[in-house]
Nanobody, 125 residues
Framework: QSQLVESGGGLVQPGGSLRLACAAS????????IGWFRQAPGKGREWVSC????????HYADSVKGRFTISKDDDKNTVFLQMNSLKPEDTGVYYC??????????????????WGPGTQVTVSS
């Protein structure tokens, strides 16, 4: 059974850091792209970043550029999102999503077919 599972969320003070993980099982990530999205309370799902696993091309939303870094570990079949200099507006449930095979990074939720259950990130003093 193919699935994605996020981990690494938590409560952190403004300016702090967290490292999220998106672990894939039941398939190999090599021919896919993984996107990170977040959803704040009462709002829609917002695209944050994505990586094309073949080649490693990365993209970021303007709101996180320079603070977040997406990366992959092929041996662990996992994608990471390193989040630094966190702000209260980064609070939300973070989800990773999987594109169909051989699909480049795209910022649209509708283009992702498999999702993890999400992990909560709260940035507050």
């Amino acid at each position: 059974q193919s699935q994605l599972v996020e981990s690494g969320g938590g409560l952190v003070q403004p300016g702090g850091s967290l490292r999220l993980a998106c672990a894939a099982s039941g398939f190999t990530l090599e021919n896919y792209s993984i996107g990170w999205f977040r959803q704040a309370p009462g709002k829609g799902r917002e695209w944050v970043s994505c990586i094309r696993l073949s080649g490693g091309t990365t993209h970021y939303a303007d709101s996180v550029k320079g603070r977040f870094t997406i990366s992959k570990d092929d041996d662990k079949n996992t994608v990471f999102l390193q989040m630094n200099s966190l702000k209260p507006e980064d609070t939300g449930v973070y989800y990773c999503g999987l594109t169909p095979p051989f699909t480049p990074c795209v910022p649209h939720e509708v283009d992702y077919g498999l999702w993890g259950p999400g992990t909560q990130v709260t940035v507050s003093s």
